[in-house]
């Protein structure tokens, strides 16, 4: 399931509706209801594990555009993307009207706090995707994302070494990016910017790096989503950095049978992981209990960066 962009229109308004007043999220109906069968997680065990990661996923999530994966009979049966509003939602999931491609507006979800995951939560939300923007300035995205997706064949070091050649690249620039596995099979590579540039600017980069990558490595690496050349090779997929286009949340569950999560990680520790769905929902929830400060260490910081210049 893969999210695609709304496109780049030359001048795009957005409107953000009232919030409501703040309330208690909604009761939690069918709490026993088996989301994951191989691990046997509960919707209320979902629930409970979103509220524990709450003060390391809030501080991403909040008031930004939310697309949401939804599996109402759990992830053996089918799933289905949602990028637009719903007043069924809840009283604690919020509405932005965005301009898109064609010119019409729709309403896209947001969220304020922990209550807005929760109404999600009661909607059989297990994935949350977001804008690398904010509502509050939708045209200049304050974070890129280049997803490593390896194909057929290709080996957890391999990806390992893939993510660190993209920071090593982007460190010769002079700013600094950040791991996450993806809770599926891939690895993240997280560059965090100030906002200021457009999002054809900030995609053109990302493109530009891709491009850059797979000319000199080209046994390793692809920089196009077809199928057809992804076997051996790593697809650096740049395309998450398009308006529009949206990466997981950083502590977000995945909707597939591991249970996996979104977890950041340092780069020292890639070595020691297997593969991107290292942190099952029990395991991440006891990562966050032991989370201190940042996500990231030194993430703060970071998000005074400029993008830097392709050359």
Same mark, same amino acid.
């Given at each position: ?10 001048? $795009? ?8 007043? +703040? ?12 989301? =994951? ?65 064609? #010119?019409?507006?729709?309403?896209? !979800? =947001? ?21 690398? +923007? ?16 390896? #194909? ?26 950040? $791991? ?16 200021? !540039? ?19 490595? !080209?046994?390793? =690496? ?37 249970? #996996? ?17 290292? =942190? !099952? ?31």
């Amino acid at each position: 399931m893969r999210q695609a962009s709304a496109g780049t229109p030359r001048s $795009a308004s957005r409107t953000v509706k009232a919030a409501k007043p +703040a309330a208690q999220p909604r009761t939690l109906t069918s709490p026993d209801k088996i989301l =994951y069968p191989d691990s046997g997680f509960t919707k209320k065990q979902v629930a409970d594990y979103y509220r524990a990661v709450a003060p390391l996923l809030l501080p991403e999530l909040v008031r930004r555009p939310v697309t949401l994966v939804r599996c109402p009979d759990g992830v053996e049966s089918p799933c289905f993307f949602q990028k637009h509003h719903a007043d069924s939602f809840g009283p604690n999931v919020h509405a932005v009207a965005i301009v898109e491609k064609d #010119g019409g507006s729709e309403d896209y !979800p =947001y969220v304020e706090d922990i209550a807005g995951v929760l109404d999600l939560v009661q909607m059989n939300v297990l994935e949350l995707h977001l804008w690398g +923007a904010r509502i509050e300035d939708l045209e200049h995205p304050d974070r890129l994302v280049f997803d490593l997706d390896p #194909g057929p064949g290709v080996e957890w070091k391999d990806l390992v070494a893939a993510a660190r050649d993209v920071r090593a690249r982007l460190q010769a620039m002079g700013v600094e990016s950040f $791991a996450r596995l993806s809770g599926g099979k891939g690895l993240h590579v997280v560059l965090p910017i100030r906002p200021g !540039p457009g999002w054809d600017e900030a995609r053109d980069f990302c493109e530009g790096l891709a491009d850059a990558m797979t000319e000199q490595s !080209p046994d390793r =690496y692809v920089a196009t989503a077809s199928k057809a050349k992804r076997n051996g090779v790593i697809f650096i997929d740049w395309l998450r950095n398009g308006r529009g286009a949206t990466s997981v949340a950083s502590w977000s569950l995945r909707a597939r049978k591991e249970a #996996g999560a979104a977890v950041p990680v340092a780069w020292s520790e890639l070595g020691r992981l297997r593969s991107g769905a290292d =942190y !099952p929902l029990d395991r991440a929830m006891r990562r966050a209990a032991r989370a201190r400060g940042d996500v990231w260490p030194g993430w703060s910081a970071a998000t005074r960066q400029k993008l830097p210049v392709l050359k």
